[in-house]
């Protein structure tokens, strides 16, 4: 199973605050879903919070579970 995680910081405070927010619709079971999911949760969160930017954005798989795309079927690289 794959997870959409993603992190945003405040821009207009004076030390570095950062949120991690993780999607409540997972977890998915293809990179192609995950990485649709993360980017409406980052459009969504920035208009939401306009004073924060984007800092990451990833899919992660549980520990020892790997996933692929359909260009790179055996590969664990994604977002």
């Not at 207009?12 to 997972?26: A, E, P, Q, R, Y």
């Not at 293809?30 to 990451?56: A, F, G």
Request: charged share 30%.
């Amino acid at each position: 199973m794959i997870y959409a995680l993603i992190i945003v910081c405040n821009t207009m405070s004076i030390k570095k605050d950062c949120i991690l927010l993780s999607d409540k619709w997972g977890p998915y079971h293809t990179i192609e879903q995950c990485l649709d999911r993360v980017d409406r949760m980052k459009t969504d969160t920035l208009e939401r919070l306009p004073e924060y930017e984007l800092e990451n954005l990833q899919c992660r798989t549980e520990p020892g579970q790997t996933f692929g795309t359909r260009e790179y079927p055996n590969s664990s690289d994604g977002a």
